[in-house]
């Protein structure tokens, strides 16, 4: 298989633009059958992938821009693996749920789109073929809030889209000018990311670039204090683009820290590890503080999401292994926790057309199995062990417990929070006797609801149990990077610091 | 030096690409008086097939040549600039064939001013003498004048006029200049002005920057350049479509070309005066036109201003002065004529005879809303156009983009660099109007036949093909760069 990423890449699209001449009643089935097969073709790539081996696999590599440097460069390791596969199960598992029936062809096409710009943006490793994907991804989410979206949507969508175009316009010239460097420091033009990693960067030029970079990661992923287009986005999008753009789409910008930033900066990493974390910890906590204050199913979860992406960046800034695999692994029980609690704010919504909690209450009695997933899935989200949750957050504190313990407490805080604004929620809308006339007719999940989250609870509680064959292979490629990352640092500090924080501390 | 002029030393080859098209000018007259009622498609065909034959002949030749006096030079930005301007016309004459009729196109007299107008550009760009390049500035002027007001519609004489009285201020404006220039150096070649200059310092440094400044305010009304611009708007409103689509495309070149090699000898003096009259211009005329963009409420009228803002962005190549800025100028532009070409022949394809929408405009905003509904193919077509413009990875204008600012930074302008960026941020939001109006509002037509009364064939096959371009752009960047490139280190720029 010498191509198979770009068949991964690449079919969503084919298949997209084949969709324009499908017939419009078949065109939902035809939306599931693409996403199955994009689904077991990644999976067919997690089958193939040699875990033992750290560096990229199934490299594809042919110059396309050759004077520029620039060439189709793409590639596969332990990082990426997930979250590919992450965003094929996301994109199949909303299609299996979707019920939105106005324009749904064009809906189905944008999806298929969306899922090829996300699963390029995660295999390209040519860094401007990078960019064209991580901004095109935009323009089929601005089509999917803006269209099926509730009444504030235009408006949400083009705030979510100038927001996130703004912020990696920067980044652009951040490319360019590390491609300038490179081709200064080997007379050669090259985007190739393995490349760059070769480059040692001096101080102040890094500070800079790492600028650059940060602020496209930091709007996408979202961090305080560039959150505030996400809770709009989330409350006017449809569920299907709630679901994507929480699971997938915010990991674009915490896999480019650990893609691009980390690598490539060492010495500014390590020297702005503090005011990220404590931008993180007020992630954690003023975003669970308002979570807790929402009166609007979907807006708690949304600040959630903000919340546990507070402790992703936390544990990636830990510099080590537990800290940067724990946050990736969170990255994927997030990403399904998450889009499944969008999902069932969804089911609920299509029942009621309301998201206030208030509207709800006792509807353990009426929707048992509703409650019953959900339960499943809050638990997950807060992080109570043998769920998914729990794996990752734990090893993102732990890892950053070596850094600096107080950070850690605070940031823990936020479990403490997560499960006060999450069990706050399920008290209003679930127990209690039921107090609104309109509740008591609900219909329990369906079949095709069903079908989409059983997987997903499957999901959390095996991973939960037994994550180590996911952990293992995040490991090896992680730990590659930690020691390029050291290997390259210019300053002794930033050597001393990532020594001490990859160790258990010295035999006194 | 004989005292005879053999004719060998006039190389009349050199004249050859201009020869041809003022003999077919002259045979479509001609042939008009012979045969009347020809029908458009002949001349049109016709035209376009002199313009072939005319590429033809300029692909032929490789390296500078000089003829004429040495008034003409042939030389690797000319034949570059020569040849995109004979693609980019072959492109828009075949506009005419539109479905619904103008009288315009049932003219010959429409096909021979073209023709004159291209010769005009092609003078203007393969020159080095001032008053070679005011000559066919004048001659192409003139006859785009003709042909806007030969649209025979009000706003098409408020347009030629305006475009007129303004392009006469302009034409004082170069004369005046060149004046400065010979009283100055006594000659009106650009490489003797500059080898003079140089030998005394540029001095007397008044003169020199009253030139200059003539000089960029006659060139910067050719290439819309902040303050010089307001006559775009109006004018583009009121020509046709297509024309209005060439004005973009087609006069900048050639504009682009002469301040590229006027530019050039006064970059080399390192007045630095100079280079901070550059970077306001390139600022500002990005930025104003981009800011004044954001409030149009007519999508001509938009793209007016998003051309000028283009304009602006691609004139920072000349501050740049590189040979990769030179470069990545002609790569961005010959990418930036596909995509405006598609843009603007859409927009001649949605011309309905009524302004049905608006009683000012005929194409609002509100003209698009939900045009996803009623026209899928054309929709995304149009947002194809749209996000291209907006410089949206991976379509044609941002690999253009992509190599100035790379050409910016490369060379120390990263305040310049960050500064365009920041402005296709800026210009992404009003691209992004018509997307919204067209893919998110509810359409306000119910039928999609008042899209449709003006296209064609022809009109499909050619935004067809602008489409292909725009989307395969990637592909062809490597072989275009490598072409321009070979062609700008040839004239040393």
Redo the contacts between chains.
């Keep these: 298989m010498d191509h198979m990423l770009s068949l991964i890449i690449f079919f969503p699209f084919v298949a997209g633009l084949l969709g ?1 001449l499908v017939n419009k009643e078949s065109i939902r089935s035809y939306g599931v059958v693409i996403a199955g097969i994009e689904f077991l073709l990644s999976i067919g790539l997690w089958i193939a992938f040699d875990t033992a081996n750290a560096g990229y696999q199934f490299v594809e590599f042919s110059a ?5 440097g620039m060439s189709y460069y793409l590639g596969v390791d332990g990082i990426s693996l997930f979250l590919v596969v992450l965003s094929t199960f996301t994109v199949l598992v909303s299609l299996i749920a979707l019920n939105i029936d106005n ?1 749904v062809k ?1 809906l189905i096409i944008a999806v298929l789109f969306l899922e090829m710009t996300m699963v390029a943006v995660f295999l390209c490793l040519d860094v ?1 073929l990078f ?3 991580w ?2 991804s935009l ?1 089929p989410m ?2 999917i809030i ?2 099926w979206g509730s009444a504030n ?2 408006y949400a ?2 705030k979510f ?2 927001y996130t ?2 912020g990696s ?2 980044m ?2 951040g490319i ?2 590390l ?2 460097l490179y ?1 200064q420091a080997t007379g050669v033009w090259s985007f190739s990311l393995p490349d760059w990693y070769l480059v040692q960067l001096p101080f102040n030029v890094q500070l800079w670039l790492f600028g650059a970079f940060f602020l496209a990661f930091a709007i996408k992923v979202p961090m305080f204090p560039f959150h505030t287009w996400l809770p709009y986005a989330h409350g006017q999008a449809p569920t299907i683009g709630s679901v994507i753009l929480a699971a997938v789409l915010l990991k674009m910008g915490s896999y480019g820290f650990v893609r691009f930033s980390l690598p490539l900066f060492p010495d500014a990493t390590v020297y702005f590890v503090y005011p990220i974390a404590i931008i993180a910890v007020i992630m954690v906590i003023y975003a669970a503080m308002v979570a807790y204050a929402q009166e609007d199913m979907k807006q708690v979860i949304a600040y959630s999401s903000i919340s546990h992406m507070g402790i992703v960046v936390l544990g990636t800034f830990a510099l080590n292994a537990e800290g940067i695999t724990g946050s990736i692994f969170l990255m994927l029980s997030h990403g399904i926790v998450s889009g499944a609690l969008f999902m069932l704010v969804g089911v609920i919504y299509d029942r009621r057309h309301t998201k206030l909690m208030s509207e709800f209450g006792g509807l353990a009695t009426v929707m048992p199995n509703f409650a019953t997933v959900y339960g499943i899935m809050l638990m997950a989200s807060v992080g109570l062990p043998l769920t998914i949750g729990f794996v990752g957050e734990f090893l993102s504190l732990a890892g950053f417990y070596r850094v600096d313990w107080l950070v850690t407490m605070l940031a823990g805080s936020g479990i403490i929070l997560g499960a006060v604004y999450m069990l706050s929620l399920y008290k209003k809308s679930f127990f209690g006797v039921v107090t609104k006339e309109e509740n008591r007719t609900l219909k329990d999940l369906n079949a095709k609801e069903l079908f989409a989250l059983v997987p997903m609870v499957a999901l959390v509680i095996a991973l939960g149990v037994y994550p180590k064959p996911v952990l293992d292979t995040i490991d090896i490629s992680v730990k590659k990077m930690i020691v390029l990352m050291e290997a390259k640092a210019i300053h002794v500090e930033t050597k001393a610091f990532l020594i001490n924080a990859n160790s258990i501390g010295e035999v006194q | 030096m004989s005292d005879f002029i053999s004719l060998s030393s006039l190389n009349i080859p050199s004249l050859l690409p201009m020869a041809i098209l003022v003999f077919g000018a002259l045979f479509i007259i001609c042939i008009d008086l012979a045969v009347k009622n020809l029908n458009r498609s002949f001349y049109t065909i016709l035209s376009v097939l002199f313009i072939v034959l005319d590429l033809g002949v300029l692909i032929g030749y490789n390296g500078a040549s000089r003829g004429f006096f040495d008034t003409v030079l042939v030389d690797g930005i000319a034949i570059l600039s020569q040849c995109i301007i004979l693609i980019a016309s072959a492109f828009f004459i075949p506009l005419s064939l539109s479905n619904r009729h103008f009288k315009e196109y049932e003219m010959a007299e429409y096909y021979a001013l073209f023709l004159f107008m291209i010769v005009g550009f092609q003078f203007m760009v393969s020159s080095d003498n001032l008053i070679v390049i005011f000559i066919g500035l004048e001659t192409a002027s003139l006859s785009l004048y003709t042909l806007i007001a030969l649209h025979n519609r009000a706003k098409a004489f408020e347009a030629a006029i305006k475009y007129f009285t303004m392009g006469a201020l302009a034409a004082g404006f170069f004369a005046l200049s060149s004046l400065i220039f010979y009283a100055l150096t006594g000659s009106v070649e650009i490489n003797t002005i500059e080898a003079v200059l140089k030998e005394r310092e540029f001095q007397p440094l008044s003169a020199v920057l009253a030139g200059t400044v003539f000089m960029i305010a006659a060139l910067g009304f050719k290439l819309s350049v902040v303050p010089s611009h307001t006559w775009t708007p109006d004018v583009y409103e009121g020509s046709s479509a297509p024309l209005a689509g060439y004005m973009s495309i087609v006069p900048k070149i050639a504009g682009f070309v002469v301040a590229m090699r006027f530019f050039e000898m006064l970059i080399a003096s390192d007045i630095i005066w100079l280079e901070y009259i550059l970077y306001g211009l390139v600022v500002i005329t990005m930025t104003l036109a981009n800011i004044t963009a954001l409030v149009q409420e007519d999508v001509k009228r938009m793209l007016a201003f998003s051309s000028i803002s283009h304009a602006g962005f691609v004139l920072s190549a000349i501050l740049i002065g590189t040979t990769q800025a030179n470069a990545g100028l002609f790569l961005y532009w010959i990418l930036f004529m596909f995509t405006n070409l598609g843009a603007f022949s859409m927009l001649w394809i949605v011309r309905h005879k009524n302004n049905l929408w608006d009683e000012r405009y005929q194409h609002p905003f509100s003209k698009f809303s939900g045009m996803v509904k009623l026209m899928p193919t054309t929709a995304t077509i149009m947002g194809v156009f749209m996000f291209a413009l907006a410089g949206m990875p991976p379509f044609s204008v941002f690999w253009g983009k992509l190599y100035l600012i790379s050409a910016a930074v490369n060379s120390g302008f990263i305040y310049l660099a960050v500064i365009m960026v920041v402005n296709s941020a800026i210009a992404v939001y009003y691209y992004m109007k018509l997307m919204i109006y067209m893919f998110l509002k509810e359409p306000v037509a119910n039928t999609s036949a008042v899209y449709e009364t003006n296209a064609s064939t022809t009109l499909k096959v050619i935004v067809g093909f602008a489409t292909v371009v725009t989307l395969s752009a990637v592909l062809f960047v490597e072989p275009i760069l490598n072409i321009v490139t070979k062609f700008v280190i040839l004239s040393g720029f």
């Design positions: 324009f396309l821009i050759p004077s520029f324009d064009n401007i960019y064209a994907f901004e095109l323009v601005l089509y803006g269209a949507r235009v969508a083009i889209f100038l175009f703004a316009v920067l652009l010239v360019l000018y491609g300038y081709f």
